[in-house]
């Protein structure tokens, strides 16, 4: 037992170390983890039928958990970026808690924006929400736009989600906060059943969305990895519930 245990803190080691001179692309990861292979989901939900079956999961509870947490650390957003906005939810009720603040929320699916229009439409926020068509790998947006740069639940999405970090650390203004928490990869095929059971409902199309999503999602250590390449301490990424990362970090100033 102890040896096993050796083995694994050397391997990651040297995952870390790779990672962080340049010898291991962020897939090449996949082949080093001791736990369920991350399978990777297509990257753009593209069919209005696709984004109404996401819009109509219920995300009530980790949407409020998100907003609740980033309140806690950044208490006033001003100016904020919300990266692979999906149906517009998170901005929605970050806007109801903060009455001064404003969101660009971007995501590059059509589909996506249009019922995130009809959901900012309803709340009555289209002059604080501005929607916008981005790929979060390459954004059009200035350098230090932003004081706040969010994500929930969309890195997972991304083959390389390295692209997606340093461009949302691009557009963070200095001693802006960097706020972003996805799911967490399951370690085996019985826990990844126990999270679909327990958090996607009863309807097939759910649970399976729910399911692919588990098996695209980064591990803790991979989280990890990828913040130190670009500059973050690794104990910024915490485990915060039985299926969730979070990574909350201020940038330097210039």
């Known amino acids: 037992a102890f040896f096993g245990l050796m083995l694994g803190n050397v391997a990651d080691l040297l995952l870390m170390v790779g990672l962080l001179a340049g010898v291991f692309h962020f897939p090449t990861i996949i082949a080093l983890q001791y736990m369920l292979p991350r399978i990777l989901e297509t990257e753009l939900m593209s069919r209005s039928d696709e984004a109404r079956q996401y819009d109509e999961m219920d995300y009530r509870t980790v949407n409020s958990r998100f907003v609740a947490d980033l309140l806690e650390v950044y208490p006033e957003p001003k100016d904020v970026l919300d990266v ?8 929605v009720e970050l806007c109801r808690q903060v009455a001064t603040c404003r969101v660009m929320a971007s995501d590059l699916s059509t589909a996506m924006l249009e019922q995130a229009r009809y959901r900012i439409e309803i709340a009555s926020m289209i002059g604080r929400i501005q929607l916008d068509r981005s790929d979060a790998k390459a954004m059009l947006y200035r350098d230090g736009m932003f004081d706040l740069v969010m994500c929930n639940g969309t890195l997972h999405q991304f083959a390389d989600p390295l692209e997606v970090l340093y461009e ?87």
């Open 168 to 254: 949302s650390l691009r557009v963070t203004a200095p001693e802006g906060w960097l706020f972003f928490r996805d799911l967490l990869r399951p370690v085996d095929t019985e826990t990844l059943e126990t999270l679909v059971g327990t958090y996607a409902g009863d309807g097939n199309d759910q649970q399976q969305l729910f399911r692919q999503s588990l098996q695209a999602a980064l591990s803790l250590d991979e989280m990890r990895a990828a913040v130190a390449a670009i500059g973050f301490e690794p104990g910024t990424v915490q485990a915060t519930s039985d299926r969730h990362w979070t990574w909350s970090a201020r940038k330097p100033q210039a």
């Open 84 to 91: 692979g906005t999906g149906t517009a939810l998170i901005p």
